[in-house]
């Protein structure tokens, strides 16, 4: 049964073009407004299962290129809100990355409006076909805004399962992008019944969309228990004092402030220490200066690795280039036992317009889009550092790191069987970035089957274990400090926290042999996917099953 409103047609050439309904746009907005709750702060889970249903009725019976509105609508009500804590640090960044983020929602909108053109639902076995291209076409393009113009691999659509254990699992072999297929797999199975189900004998002609979309979520569930199940236990485990201070962002940055802040840090430090920990932890730019400079920093650093105990510091690193000048890192410094610096780590995948301007040295006024008075330069050596009790080889990635895949899975090859994470989220504090941030790193933990800590300045402080649980099996009550205290700013404290490890480690995970081999692949397919999708532009493209 076709109706008038799946009567829209591509113009013909020289003809005016034909509006775009507007429950379509309503269908899209819907879309981005289900992946919104999926994500923090509302965390409705369940939602990303059905949220990109009402985009595939949007765009069925349009040509491809004119499925591009809706898509992008979709993808601005998703993202204007869910990203709005960047606008903490600049407004027009916000914006910028935002919209930029929307777009990636039409080359995937335009492959699913290509599928169910007449032309396509015509081929023998269309239906199955419906259901590989669409996953392919919205996991790859995810993969692509991971990594092109350094990417920014934040709120992919499977991550929205971190707390469905069985599920999230497949981020062993595939990465995030494998979660993210599944999801959208059982999206594609809904909207093809969505659409049986309004024609006649649709109960009966769904089957083989429930059965097969049905079969896939059976088969995904059990091999993630089974995953779950064969995880190598612990042979040990490891003690750490992670020191939140919650210093707000304002005062972090202005030198009247400091002083206070030292204090704040050494008294947290000090107390933590009576746990025996076998590290102290301090979060990124813990010293927002030069540490080993400052006289005041070497001395509080002094007291507190005199016991013995070791600690990581964040704080900010400078070396002289004769062709630059002086440059600055935003480093990790492990120091102690004794007061002497033992190894460093400097940050490699920095924030674009966070922590440096392109082109500033030409185009000074981009920085009027950063409030940052200085560009940091990017460390080139993977560090992997190690405790000497008990004998723990252990990498730290700082502030965002813990987003990009690559850099945790270099870490482990080399030999890391614990990540620290180390960032000052309190420049979006009072946002659900912090909740958006802490669910990132739970993937990093499952596809390296190794722990994450988290040290925050302000932010989530907790850790991970190799399953993906906050807490592990304590869970997060036993393994996080809380966001806000009871006066509702920022907590400040400390987390001891008692990982358990693996000094020799597991057997190797697909994904860390081979790496994000599966987004790669669905990326391949996802533009692919977009010549058939580009070139088709003329005629009626919708079709009722």
């Given amino acids: 049964m076709q109706t008038d409103r799946d009567q829209e047609l591509s113009p013909a050439p020289g003809s005016r ?84 983020c929307a777009l990636y929602t039409i080359p995937p909108a335009m492959v699913f409006a290509w599928l169910q053109s007449e032309r396509v639902r015509a081929w023998p076995a269309s239906r199955v076909l419906f259901l590989a291209a669409s996953t392919a076409a ?97 042979d040990g485990a490891v003690r750490l004092g992670l020191v939140q201070p919650a210093i707000p962002q304002y005062e972090k940055w202005t030198l009247e402030f400091w002083e206070a802040m030292y204090v704040r840090l050494e008294t947290l430090s000090l107390a933590a220490l009576h746990a025996r920990p076998d590290l102290v932890v301090w979060p990124e730019t813990a010293v927002p200066e030069d540490l080993r400079r400052s006289e005041r920093v070497v001395g509080i650093v002094g007291g507190i690795v005199s016991n013995g105990t070791p600690l990581l510091a964040g704080g ?3 070396a002289r280039s004769g062709a630059d000048g002086v440059l600055s890192f935003n480093t990790s410094f492990l120091i102690g036992p004794g ?82 994470v180390q960032t000052n989220d309190a420049w979006f504090d009072g946002t659900w970035g912090h909740r958006q941030h802490m669910i990132q790193s739970v993937f990093r933990a499952i596809e390296t089957r190794v722990p994450v800590v988290r040290c925050a300045n302000s932010g989530v402080t907790c850790w991970i ?36 490890t693996r000094t020799a480690g597991g057997p190797p995970t697909f994904f860390l042999r081979h790496g994000p081999v599966f987004g790669w692949a669905m990326a391949a397919m996802a533009v692919a996917l977009m010549v058939p999708a580009w070139r088709m532009r003329e005629g009626p493209v919708t079709l009722d099953p």
């Fill in 17 to 100: 073009p034909v509006r775009i309904a507007p429950w379509r746009w309503v269908c899209a907005a819907l879309s981005g407004a289900l992946l919104f709750a999926a994500f923090p702060p509302l965390e409705w889970a369940a939602c990303a299962w059905i949220a990109l249903i009402p985009l595939f009725r949007a765009v069925r019976g349009l040509a491809p290129r004119r499925a591009a509105g809706p898509a992008f609508l979709a993808g601005a009500v998703f993202w204007l809100p869910s990203i709005v804590w960047v606008g903490c640090v600049t407004w027009a960044g916000w914006a910028i990355l935002a919209l930029y």
């Fill in 138 to 234: 919205w996991a790859g393009w995810e993969h692509l805004r991971g990594v092109l113009f350094s990417g920014f691999a934040w709120n992919f659509i499977g991550v929205t399962q971190h707390g469905n254990l069985a599920f999230a699992q497949h981020a062993e072999w595939g990465g995030a992008a494998a979660v993210s297929a599944l999801v959208v797999w059982v999206n594609a199975a809904g909207a093809l019944v969505l659409e049986s189900l309004a024609t006649r004998g649709g109960l009966r002609r769904s089957r083989p969309e429930v059965a097969l979309g049905f079969l896939v979520v059976t088969a995904a569930a059990f091999g993630g228990w089974r995953m779950l199940a064969r995880l190598p236990e612990p």
């Fill in 316 to 318: 900010i690193d400078s």
């Fill in 339 to 420: 007061p002497a610096i033992r190894d460093t780590y400097d940050k490699q995948h920095l924030v674009l317009f966070g922590e440096y301007v392109p082109f500033a040295k030409w185009l000074p006024w981009l920085r009027r889009l950063t409030p940052i008075e200085y560009d940091v330069s990017p460390g080139r050596r993977a560090t992997v550092f190690r405790l000497p009790r008990p004998e723990i080889p252990f990498s730290a990635m700082i502030c965002f790191e813990d987003t990009i895949a690559p850099i945790s899975r270099r870490f482990v090859r080399d030999g890391a069987r614990l990540l620290v």
């Fill in 465 to 500: 274990d190799a399953a993906g649980r906050v807490g592990g099996a304590g869970g997060a009550r036993t393994g996080s400090l809380p966001l806000t205290g009871s006066d509702g700013k920022p907590a400040s404290g400390f987390l001891t926290a008692e990982v358990p």
